[in-house]
T-cell receptor
Framework: GEDVEQSLFLSVREGDSSVINCTYT??????LYWYKQEPGAGLQLLTY?????DMKQDQRLTVLLNKKDKHLSLRIADTQTGDSAIYFC????????????FGKGTKLSVKP | NAGVTQTPKFRVLKTGQSMTLLCAQD?????MYWYRQDPGMGLRLIHY???????AKGEVPDGYNVSRLKKQNFLLGLESAAPSQTSVYFC??????????FGPGTRLTVL
């Protein structure tokens, strides 16, 4: 079945760039997503990319999609302590219903 | 505009008890979803609805039932709770499939 994989932890220093990587299996995914979850909170949609795009930039966030390798990455420029959270990659499946398959999440720790 | 709200925020049940989790949205969205989140597991889809009066099974539907009698509400029921259903439950809603808005979650413990 479909699967989304991410590394579990990433630690960076404040001001550095963070790169969170994700691989997925469903080549028919229409959209790929990045969500952020802070402790005790729900998931917040950060950004998403349509499968026919290679890159999307939104302020400090850059999403890169390599469809051939089924690899998605999220780069956070000038990482701040407020960026510390768990980041989930997700792929859309199931046609128009919007069903998502989530990765297990990458816990980003930002050290001052 | 509260977005997606969930009731209750916390609940402790004994094995075999029943309960209903309520998800409400004020965005007039067609699509609504129930997920569970377990440590180290990411989110898994339990059931979803593509409109009022419709429901469908997701990845892990066993032990749960849902209803969508009104467009703004999506109810998740546990008829006979089991310890394996201890989890954090998230509801989501979206108008189009590519933007899901999540509620704050319900933390359920089954003893």
């Amino acid at each position: 079945g479909e699967d989304v994989e991410q590394s579990l932890f990433l630690s960076v220093r404040e001001g550095d760039s963070s790169v969170i990587n994700c691989t997925y299996t469903d080549s028919s995914s229409t959209y790929l997503y990045w969500y952020k979850q802070e402790p005790g909170a729900g998931l917040q949609l950060l950004t998403y990319i349509f499968s026919n795009m290679d890159m999307k930039q939104d302020q400090r966030l850059t999403v890169l999609l390599n469809k051939k390798d089924k690899h998605l990455s999220l780069r956070i420029a000038d990482t701040q302590t407020g960026d510390s959270a768990i980041y989930f990659c997700a792929e859309s499946i199931g046609g128009s219903q919007g069903n998502l398959i989530f990765g297990k999440g990458t816990k980003l720790s930002v050290k001052p | 505009n509260a977005g997606v709200t969930q009731t209750p925020k916390f609940r402790v049940l004994k094995t075999g008890q029943s309960m209903t989790l309520l998800c409400a949205q004020d965005m007039n969205h067609e699509y609504m979803y129930w997920y569970r989140q377990d440590p180290g597991m990411g989110l898994r889809l339990i059931h979803y609805s593509v409109g009022e009066g419709t429901t469908a099974k997701g990845e892990v539907p066993d032990g749960y039932n849902v209803s969508r009698l009104k467009k703004q509400n999506f109810l998740l029921g546990l008829e006979s709770a089991a310890p394996s259903q201890t989890s954090v439950y998230f509801c989501a809603a979206n108008r189009t499939p590519n933007e899901q808005f999540f509620g704050p979650g319900t933390r359920l413990t089954v003893l």
